[in-house]
């Protein structure tokens, strides 16, 4: 059996620039046949994003902020309108409030919190309840993205460690109970990348210096490095795996 993805529809949550593990992605993705759907978060950001659905020539380029409701709704319902069916879903969608996200877990707020397990992590899970419909004939794949944060304490990671901690664990009880569906999840948990949504860590170079002088192969992964990742496991070539945690981090979270 050869690898392909040709032909396959699915949804890609989360591009908010060239630099984003999403566009990575999308990027793969497209090269290698599959039909997508892209979101933007909001009109701000649509002019960041909109050079790139021009390269990618999506089916669907919907506007999604899961904070406001019924826009991640639509866009499943676009899809349906579009495909009837998909057979993936990326889901790279993360955020905390910045002041709270450079501070101490113990000082966060409780609002603060719960928008951001709200963004980061529910998101996901409704993702998830959305797909399952457009998924029942012929299964599919559902990937988020996680960090070696939710694991081992990472300086500065504070409030996303728990959170993502508890995406993981989400993972693992929708694999569980979506098996039956043919539905499989993963999270994958790339290393630290220059992308935007790192830049909002306090010293983060000096953790990407790290992971290049400690990981075995002294690199960093890249977001196109995910992205082959992504396409190995929505195509029928890892139709039995599932539940998995998946680091695309040159090694590096297997050093002490």
């Known amino acids: 059996m050869s ?4 032909g396959k529809r699915g949804i890609i949550l989360g591009i908010a620039n060239r630099h984003s593990i999403a566009f990575g992605c999308a990027k793969v993705l497209h090269e290698l046949g599959a039909e997508l759907c892209i979101t933007y ?9 909109q050079p790139l659905a021009d390269v990618l020539s999506p089916a669907l380029f919907l506007p999604c902020d899961v904070s406001n409701p019924g826009e991640l709704e639509a866009v499943f319902e676009a899809a349906e309108k579009e ?34 397990v709200d963004i980061s992590c529910h998101s996901f899970i409704r993702s998830a309840k959305q797909a399952e419909r457009l998924m029942k004939e012929r299964g599919g794949t559902l990937i988020t993205m996680s960090y070696y944060g939710a694991d ?13 901690a508890a995406l993981e664990s989400s993972v693992r009880y929708l694999a569980a109970e979506l098996g039956e569906s043919k539905i499989r999840v993963h999270s994958i948990s790339p290393g630290p990348m220059p ?16 992971a290049i002088e400690h990981s075995p ?12 990742m ?9 139709k039995a795996q599932t539940g998995s945690l998946i680091y695309v981090d040159a090694g590096h979270h297997i050093m002490a």
């Not at 993936?88 to 951001?116: M, N, Y």
């Not at 002294?218 to 995910?226: I, R």
């Open 195 to 210: 992308t935007r949504a790192a830049s909002g860590l306090a010293e983060f170079t000096l953790l990407m210096d790290a």
């Open 152 to 164: 081992k304490v990472v300086a500065h990671y504070d409030m996303m460690g728990p959170i993502k």
């Open 41 to 49: 978060l909001n009109e701000k950001s649509k002019p960041y994003v």
């Open 217 to 228: 192969l002294h690199q960093l992964a890249t977001p196109d490095d995910v992205g082959h």
């Open 230 to 238: 992504v396409a190995f496991l929505i195509s029928d070539w890892a």
């Open 83 to 116: 495909w009837g069916a998909i057979d993936f879903v990326i889901h790279s969608i993360a955020w905390s409030p910045l002041a709270e996200l450079q501070g101490r877990l113990v000082d966060t707020s409780g609002a603060g919190f719960s928008k951001a």
């Open 3 to 6: 690898f392909s993805i040709a």
